[in-house]
C-alpha cells in the first residue's frame, strides 16, 4: 500500500484488509451521503453504509446464501431507483430530489477525475461495493498516477478478500497507519469532500470582489482552508461561479511574510506572465501562471520574497497533499490546462484567503457604492485643480510607479496630476473594486479614464488604505 502512495501504481494488497483507509472510505461515503435529501434520508443512507461496511468485515463473500442476498438487494435498490427516476419525469421533484441535483451540480464542477472518486465514494455508501469497484477500476485504468484514487481502490480489492484468506501482520499495519503519506491522502480526501459537500450559496461571490470590468472575463479565488480554487466567470450578469479545483498550497501554510518559508502569501494578485511547459522542469507539470507578489501592500509591511505562482504536478504525480508547496498554488495538471486556456494575463485577479466569506451580489454593490464617493471626491479635487485638497486623499509615503521606471514620490505625483487633470471632464471605465482586510482594510482599484475629446488614456492601479472613515491612496500603478 505503501508503494501505492509512493509510486501512484496499483499493487493488490496482501497484508491487510484496508482497515484504515477502508475506514476513512466509510467515512467519506457517509459524508457525501449526508448531502442528498433530508435529515432522516440522511441519517438512514448513513447507517447503510455503515451496514455495508460491517458486511465487508464478515465472511459474507465465503458465504453463497449471503451473496445472494447482498445481490437480490442489490436489484431491488437498482429497480427502485428506476422507478424513482420514471416517476420524476412526471412528477414535480421533492426536497430530497432537489438536494440530490444539487449534489450532482456540484459534482459537474469538479474536475473530470475528482468527480469520478466521488461517484466511487457514492457507490459504496449506498451498499454497492463491486460497482464502486468497477468505477474505481476504470478511474486507476485512466489516470494511473491518481494516488489516492489508487488507494481507494486498493482497499476496495481487499473487501472482496474473504477473512481466512487474509493475512494478519500487525507491524506492517501499524507502519502504514503511520506512513505520513497514508495521513496526507486521508486529509486529501477529506478536504475534497468538504468542498464538494459545503457549497458556495447560489448568486453569492467572494467578499474580496465587490466590481470586476468586463475586460477581467475570469476571476480567481483560492481558499487555503479547503483546498480549493475557484474559477469565476465574469460577464454582465455579474460573476458566476463555473469550476472548482483541488489545489495545494504551502508546506507550512498561509500567510507569507519572508523568502523561503515555505508559506503561500494572502492577499489580492493579477496574473502576470503564462510561462511555457517547454522552459520548464517537468516539476511545475503543464504549465506555470505566476501572479504579482509581493503586491504594493506586501511591500509596505515589509513582507519579502518571490516566484509565487499557479502551477501544475510532475507527469508522476496527479496531485499532491493539502500543504505540499514551496508557497505556490499547486494543481492537478488536467484542472490547470482548463485555467490556462481562460486567464487573461494582467486582468485575472487572483485572490487568496484563508477562508473566502461568500456574500450576495447586492451586498457586494453595496460596499462598493461607499468606496466609489471616495474616489469619487479623489477625482473632482483633481478636475478642480485644488492642489490641497487633492493632497488630503494621499498617504506622505505615497509612490506611483510606472512600467519598469523607478517609485515616484507624491510630492511630484500631486503637481503633475493636477496639471494633466485641470479642467478637464474624465469617464472612467473597465472599473474594479478588490477589497482586502487583512489587519487593515484595503482597496484594490483597477479603471481606464478618458478626458473629454480624447480617445484613450491611463489605466491605472492604486492601492487604497482605510484609516478611520477616510480612504488614503498609498501606491499607484500607471498600467498603460
Known amino acids: 500500500m505503501a508503494d501505492i502512495v509512493r509510486r501512484g501504481r496499483l499493487r493488490k494488497p496482501a497484508l491487510r484488509r484496508g482497515a484504515n483507509m477502508l475506514a476513512a472510505l466509510m467515512a467519506a461515503s457517509a459524508l457525501l451521503l449526508a448531502t442528498h435529501g433530508t435529515a432522516a434520508a440522511a441519517s438512514t443512507k ?9 458486511k465487508a468485515n464478515k465472511a459474507s463473500a465465503s458465504r453463497p446464501a449471503a451473496r445472494e442476498a447482498k445481490a437480490r438487494t442489490a436489484r431491488k435498490a437498482s429497480a427502485a431507483e ?29 474536475s473530470s477525475a475528482e468527480a469520478r472518486l466521488i461517484a466511487v465514494y457514492e457507490l459504496f455508501g449506498r451498499g454497492q461495493p463491486r460497482p464502486a469497484l468497477a468505477k474505481a477500476r476504470d478511474l486507476v485504468r ?22 481466512a484468506h487474509a493475512f494478519s501482520d500487525a507491524t506492517g499495519i501499524g507502519r502504514l497507519r503511520s506512513d505520513p503519506a497514508m495521513a496526507d491522502l486521508r486529509e486529501e480526501s477529506r478536504r475534497r469532500l468538504q468542498a464538494l459537500r459545503e457549497r458556495p450559496p447560489a448568486g453569492t461571490v467572494p467578499s474580496q470582489f465587490l466590481a470586476l470590468s468586463t475586460r477581467s472575463r475570469y476571476a480567481i479565488a483560492v481558499d487555503a482552508s479547503r483546498s480549493r480554487l475557484y474559477l469565476l466567470e465574469n460577464s454582465d450578469k455579474g460573476l458566476q461561479l463555473v ?22 502569501p494572502l492577499g489580492v494578485y493579477y496574473v502576470t506572465s503564462s510561462l511555457d511547459p517547454k522552459s520548464l522542469r517537468d516539476f511545475y507539470g503543464a504549465g506555470a501562471l505566476p501572479i504579482n507578489y509581493p503586491n504594493p501592500y506586501d511591500v509596505r ?15 508522476q504525480q496527479f496531485s499532491r497533499a493539502p500543504l505540499a508547496s514551496d508557497g505556490c498554488v499547486v494543481m492537478a495538471n488536467p484542472d490547470l490546462k482548463q485555467l490556462l486556456r481562460k486567464v487573461q494575463i494582467g486582468a485575472t485577479p487572483v485572490v487568496t484567503a484563508s477562508s473566502l466569506q461568500w456574500i450576495a451580489r447586492p451586498q457586494a454593490e453595496k460596499e462598493a457604492q461607499t468606496f466609489t464617493s471616495a474616489i469619487s471626491a479623489w477625482k473632482d479635487a483633481r478636475a478642480n485643480g485644488n492642489e490641497a485638497q487633492l493632497k488630503k486623499f494621499y498617504l506622505p509615503d505615497f509612490q506611483r510607479s ?22 478637464k471632464r474624465v469617464q472612467f471605465k473597465d472599473v474594479s473594486f478588490l477589497h482586502w482586510r487583512d489587519g487593515d482594510d484595503t482597496m484594490v482599484a483597477t ?34
Open 447 to 480: 479603471f481606464g479614464e478618458v478626458f473629454e475629446g480624447e480617445k484613450s488614456g491611463r489605466t491605472r492601479r492604486q492601492y487604497w488604505l482605510r484609516q478611520g472613515s477616510e480612504w488614503k491612496l498609498f501606491h499607484e500603478e500607471i498600467l498603460g
Open 142 to 163: 485512466d489516470y494511473p498516477n491518481f494516488q489516492l484514487a489508487q488507494l481507494v481502490y486498493a482497499d476496495l480489492l481487499a473487501t472482496q478478500v474473504p477473512p
Open 301 to 315: 509591511r515589509g513582507k519579502t520574497g518571490s516566484g509565487i505562482w499557479l502551477h501544475g504536478t510532475p507527469p
Open 82 to 110: 428506476a422507478r424513482t427516476a420514471a416517476a420524476a419525469k412526471g412528477a414535480p421533484r421533492s426536497k430530497a430530489a432537489a438536494a440530490s441535483a444539487s449534489s450532482s451540480a456540484a459534482l459537474q464542477q469538479a
Open 243 to 264: 469550476a472548482d479545483y483541488y489545489v495545494s498550497v504551502g508546506k507550512s501554510g498561509i500567510g507569507k511574510a519572508t523568502e523561503g518559508d515555505a508559506r503561500t
Open 46 to 54: 448513513s447507517a447503510s453504509a455503515k451496514t455495508s461496511g460491517t
Open 402 to 423: 510606472s512600467g519598469n521606471k523607478k517609485n515616484t514620490d507624491g510630492f511630484s505625483v500631486l503637481h503633475d496630476e493636477v496639471e494633466y487633470a485641470q479642467g
